[in-house]
């Protein structure tokens, strides 16, 4: 610092009260004694209180300062995941947290480093981040996902600076809340962010509504008013009829499919306003009455609990939170989902209305018009549904609406803002409108986003003053300072109209209110009005999980090629079940309490057996060594200990990275293991719910067929290769050579460049082949009957040429003299490969055997890449099950579970095959 005290003239203790020596007005040296005392000497003692009073106030500065400028040397770095983005210093959020920077020079702000991994393994990253103690400090943590992540311990609470849960009600009230910010919360948000009193995230400023976006002049050439919303879906479904218009060449149109009214994706988000337009919703809270014992379902988003007979509050009571996919609201969303994408109809040749067809007009090819004509059609005239649908999540959706192949899709307001700014797609052509109702009498919906800024449950660890600034930064984050310049900037870049007017007018801006669509302004008074709902996703459980389900049973399977006879209703059951049974919500305990006593009883059957095979085994291996003729001799102490020396570092890396893992995922089976927080056992429940999961049973039909036809194909198709390379005349080394390069390349790309193989379209290179052939296109990787042998061929390709030439040296290696006599007798190529090829590389092929066996369990590599399992669940075998319970629905405890099952499964074959592979004899070649 450059100042020492003592330089001062008074030593600390003096300055605090001690004695002290000061110069008196004559000039004399007084010695102030606090007592008023003389001491020895006879020196005279004077009191000097001035002196000691300016002594402490200027010591208490410089104290004061030295610590300031300590502090502040000392930068604070707080780590964000999403949000902040030094990268994008325009942004509203970044300028935000760059002020308070220069306002806490201690401050350091950074953008996590973490990998950014597409789809479903998206957060892998974050959470194995969490596991290893280097998460960020602050994420934006979406509203669906933030009761889950509280439930796994990934959050910190934020009760040191919102308040306290004082009255024990299990939420902050205003009353009880310290930020002035929390009165501004709504009340949904107050209810999904607090747990048992704990507050675990603040809602981002602003809320997002999505809906359907449609082109207006796209409408308007139809002939139908670009101004008219469809209230029902009848009205929406005669509308699209009326916007589709398959014959339509499309300029820039990558595969001709004509004009369709609706873009149908594949994103379970999506699909849930259609289910809520329907009044239903897709988790909902159950409550039992403590007066009448009865049940009573609530709704997701319901924030008060009255019962509506008798007016009974039951918000006191604990619910249990359950999926309600297979209600009749959700068929009833499927239903209108298929009929979208495959409802037949044609149009008028007279009028060009529109004209629905049923199965009986289908098989008569005729239909009787409402003016009592009666009009024949061909199979060519019927156009099957009003959608483009897209069964596999693409980025193509934005570019098929901006060239005209779709009228409307699913979006919000910032697909317009890209679509006006990138595609320069002037603005008064694009809409928005409602999901509308299902009926008359029900509301429309759109579907509201308002996500949440959290800490890691890291910051708990760090001290109350970087804690302090870590809440700073979310509330920044959150604040309506952070809204307010989004909206300036809009205004800036003249997309005013984008904006909500209650912004632009609370912000002044009343000047570009003229600029807001009138129909935007209506959607925005018809919400504040409560004439539209605006719904959310499932914020209780784990609905990622469940979206994932939807999307590869029931979207993915629906909007296929091969979906028009799809039964939607028994794929919603099995969902809802799935959901139910510990994928979104824990299984009843009544359930599980049931099925303990039995799974005791299997346990210690398995145990005795397990057993009594040890003790044979033992046995039998000491009844071998007592016959033993000659005595063993054995090698003095220090030379016998030398073969276990230098074994010991094969035997540790062994046993660290192989047994060590083996061991403790055997123990996580039998708890519930968490990446944070703490670990309960969990007994034999995860076996119980494996054990009695139809889906799993289900994946192992599937294992066994993949890994039949991996055999199948795999495995033979090296042996015929290695016979035919044998066998060819000329150019033996260039053929070996043109199989063997595929082994060269990586794993990756070859599944890549199938899959663009296997594109569905015409533009596909296998499609082209079958076109030119005359044969229809496929949908290959779409089609279940097709998805699990194209998942195995690429593979198969790759690896025939390198399993091939260890047959072609075996071949090589077998005597001449064998097939010369054969030839003699008259043997055929039948015959000779029967009696003498055969026989000779049956040791080969079982020794190959085992181990392709054992890798066809374990693979699911292709099938990670092509199909994730899809459609449906076609290829969604057991090894990949068991990822995507681990690493995508974060139940290790389950996946383990599974994995013992099919060790002990890999176990007991490869016993038998060793079994087999004892009988065969291995003898030296001699030569004379």
């Known amino acids: 610092m450059g100042f020492r005290i003592w330089d001062l003239g008074f030593s600390a203790r003096e300055a605090l009260g001690g004695t002290s020596v000061c110069s008196s007005g004559s000039g004399h040296a007084v010695t102030a004694d606090p007592a008023g005392t003389a001491g020895e000497g006879g020196v005279a003692r004077a009191s000097c209180p001035w002196a000691r009073t300016a002594t402490r106030a200027l010591l208490t500065l410089l104290l004061t300062a030295a610590g300031h400028v300590t502090a502040t040397t000392d930068p604070v770095t707080v780590t964000f995941l999403q949000g902040y983005d030094p990268d994008l210093p325009e942004s509203p959020i970044t300028r935000q947290i760059l002020s308070l920077a220069r306002e806490e020079p201690r401050l350091n702000p950074q953008k996590w480093g973490g990998l950014s991994l597409p789809g479903a393994g998206g957060r892998a990253p974050f959470m194995l981040s969490l596991a290893g103690g280097t998460a960020p400090d602050i994420y934006f943590c979406w509203f669906h996902i933030i009761r889950h992540d509280i439930e796994q311990g990934f959050c910190y609470p934020l009760n040191e600076w919102l308040g306290d849960d004082t009255d024990g009600d299990g939420q902050i009230s205003d009353a009880e809340a310290r930020w002035p910010g929390w009165r501004h919360v709504p009340p949904l948000w107050r209810q999904v962010a607090t747990r048992d009193g704990k507050v675990y995230g603040l809602p981002m400023a602003g809320i997002w509504y999505y809906g359907i976006v449609y082109r207006k002049d796209l409408v308007r050439q139809a002939g139908v008013d670009p101004e008219y919303i469809p209230a029902t879906w009848d009205e929406f479904f005669r509308w699209c009829q009326r916007l589709t218009f398959p014959g339509k060449q499309v300029a820039g149109a990558k595969v001709q499919r004509g004009q369709r009214a609706f873009g149908l ?415 309960t056992w969990a007994g034999l429940d995860n076996f119980i719910l494996v054990a009695t999961d139809k889906g799993f049973w289900a994946a192992w039909g599937r294992t066994f067929q993949y890994v039949g036809l991996t055999l199948l194909l795999g495995f033979l198709t090296p042996v015929l290769l290695a016979l035919m390379l044998s066998e060819i005349p000329r150019g033996k080394i260039f053929y070996r050579t043109l199989y063997f390069l595929p082994h060269l390349t990586s794993a990756l790309v070859i599944a890549l460049l199938w899959k663009l193989m296997y594109d569905p379209t015409e533009n596909g290179m296998l499609n082209q082949i079958l076109g030119f052939f005359g044969v229809a296109r496929q949908t290959w990787l779409q089609d279940p009957s097709l998805a699990m042998l194209c998942c195995i061929l690429p593979g198969v390709w790759a690896g025939a040429g390198m399993a091939s030439l260890i047959y072609v040296a075996a071949l090589q290696a077998l005597p001449p003299d064998y097939y010369e006599a054969a030839a003699i007798d008259g043997a055929g190529i039948l015959s000779r490969f029967r009696h003498i090829t055969y026989p000779q590389l049956l040791p080969l092929m079982v020794i190959n055997f085992v181990g392709a066996f054992i890798a066809a369990f374990q693979g699911m590599g292709s099938i990670f890449l092509l199909t994730f399992g899809g459609p449906g669940d076609a290829t969604n075998v057991l090894s990949l099950a068991i990822w995507k319970e681990a690493y995508n629905n974060l139940r290790f405890s389950t996946a383990t579970t599974m994995a013992w099952f099919l060790g002990v499964a890999l176990i007991g074959f490869t016993y038998l095959q060793i079994r087999i592979l004892r009988k065969v004899e291995f003898r030296r070649v001699s030569t004379n």
């Not at 320069?424 to 800024?453: C, E, S, T, W």
């Not at 000491?622 to 276990?644: D, E, I, N, Q």
């Open 265 to 679: 994706e594949n994103r379970p988000w999506s699909w849930l306003p259609w289910m809520q337009a329907a009044g239903g919703s897709p988790i909902v809270s159950v409550r039992i009455s403590p007066t009448t014992g009865r049940s009573h379902r609530f709704a997701m988003e319901e924030t008060r609990f009255v019962v509506s007979e008798t007016g009974e509050d039951l918000s006191e009571v604990a619910a249990v939170w359950q999926a309600n996919f297979d209600s009749p609201e959700a068929i009833e969303a499927a239903a209108f989902t298929h009929r979208l994408a495959w409802a037949p109809w044609l149009r008028d040749p007279q009028s060009g209305e529109p004209v629905d067809l049923t199965p009986d007009d289908l098989a008569a090819g005729r239909v009787t018009l409402a003016d009592g004509r009666e009009v024949a059609f061909a199979e060519s005239d019927v156009i099957k549904g009003v959608a483009r649908a897209l069964p596999r999540l693409t980025q193509d959706l934005p570019q098929l609406f901006a060239q005209g192949e779709v009228v409307a899709l699913f979006s919000g307001a910032e697909l317009v803002e890209q679509l006006t700014r990138d595609l320069n797609l002037p603005p008064d052509m694009v809409g928005i409108m409602p999901f509308p109702a299902a009926r008359p009498g029900m509301k429309p919906v759109f579907q509201a986003h308002k996500h949440f800024y959290s800490m890691t449950e890291g910051v708990g660890r760090r001290s109350k003053a970087e804690r302090d600034l870590v809440w700073r930064c979310i509330e920044q984050l959150a604040s309506e300072a952070v809204n307010d310049e989004t909206v300036k900037q809009k205004v800036l870049e003249g997309h005013a109209r984008w904006c909500t007017p209650a912004d632009l007018e609370r912000l002044g801006f009343t000047e570009y209110l003229d600029e807001v669509p009138p129909g935007i302004r209506r959607n925005y008074e018809r919400i504040a009005n409560g004439e539209i709902l605006a719904r959310t996703e499932p914020f209780a459980g784990f609905w990622q999980a469940v979206s994932d389900l939807i999307d590869r049973r029931l979207l993915g399977v629906l909007l296929a090629d091969t979906g028009e006879n799809f039964d939607y209703a028994a794929a919603l059951r099995s969902i809802n079940d799935d959901a139910n049974r510990g994928l979104m919500f824990r299984a009843p305990e009544e359930v599980l309490a049931r099925q303990r006593p039995l799974a005791r009883v299997l346990l210690g059957i398995v145990a005795i057996t397990a057993l009594i095979c040890f003790g044979l085994a033992f046995k039998r291996k000491s009844g071998v060594a007592g016959t033993a003729g000659a005595p063993v001799s054995r090698l003095p102490f220090p030379a016998s200990l030398s073969p276990w020396l230098m074994l010991a570092p094969a035997l540790l890396s062994i046993a660290l990275w192989s047994y060590y893992p083996l061991i403790r995922g055997a123990v996580m089976a039998f708890q519930e293991y968490r990446i944070v927080g703490e670990t």
